[in-house]
């Protein structure tokens, strides 16, 4: 079993959809947990991040975390097809290196 | 953009052959990782160095090392490359240990053929 599980799509929606992007995770020993975004042949950009269960809003993202269930999601209100992207994301401990685990990121195209 | 540089950003070796990648991190970070990030996967740790010292690995064999400088740039060395070492690989830069944030470069996309 992976650390990171990420369905890897692709997911295809229309402009201005509300999209949801999910990763589970097994180790509950991760305290804190990031969303890349990474466009074609580009390093991934940090979009979100936290450490604590709940939500996190940031203009017209949202990451929620749910350790109980050991479930991340990164909402996108009114999609733009600037969005279009492969989403990451990753997961760390505090203990030692910081290593971060990546899921397998999901190819998202918003269409115009 | 994230104050994290790597060179080069391109480049196409022979398999057998050594390669030496280059990263600067951003101003103010001590702590540079790299990954390696295969075609339609995710990133994959290789290690991690800290005040010039290696302090975490990846499942990375050993022909994969790497340097810190006093200045926190660092180098990732890859001896006797192999075809499946064809890959983007990502520098990361951050304060050190604990709740901070972690930024990446745009990488050296690495072609062994």
């Known amino acids: 079993q992976k650390e990171v599980e990420q369905d890897p799509g692709p997911l295809s929606v229309p402009e201005g959809a509300i999209v949801s992007l999910n990763c589970t995770y097994s180790?509950?020993?991760?305290?804190?947990f990031m969303w890349y975004r990474q466009y074609s042949r580009k390093g991934p950009e940090l979009l979100m991040y936290t450490y604590s269960s709940g939500n996190k809003e940031d203009g017209r993202f949202t990451a929620q975390v749910d350790k109980s269930s050991k479930y991340i999601s990164l909402f996108i209100r009114d999609s733009q097809p600037s969005d279009s992207a492969t989403y990451l994301c990753?997961?760390?401990?505090?203990?030692?290196?910081?290593?971060?685990?990546f899921g397998q990121g999901t190819r998202l195209t918003i269409n115009p | 953009e994230t104050g994290v540089t790597q060179s080069p950003t391109h480049l196409i070796k022979t398999r057998g052959q050594q390669v030496t990648l280059r990263c600067s991190s951003q101003?103010?970070?001590?702590?540079v990782s790299w990954y390696q990030q295969a075609l339609g996967q995710g990133p994959q740790f290789i290690f991690q160095?800290?005040?010039?010292?290696?302090?975490g690995r990846g499942n990375f064999p050993p022909r994969f090392s790497g340097l810190q400088f006093p200045n926190y740039s660092s180098e990732l060395n890859v001896n006797a490359l192999e075809l499946d070492d064809s890959a983007l690989y990502l520098c990361?830069?951050?304060?050190?240990?604990?709740?901070?944030?972690?930024?990446f470069g745009e990488g050296s996309w690495l072609t062994v053929v």
């Open positions: 180790n509950s020993a991760f305290q804190y």
């Open positions: 990753a997961i760390g401990a505090f203990q030692g290196a910081q290593k971060l685990v």
């Open positions: 990361a830069s951050s304060t050190g240990q604990g709740r901070n944030t972690i930024y």
């Open positions: 160095y800290y005040r010039e010292e290696e302090n």
């Open positions: 101003s103010g970070h001590n702590t």
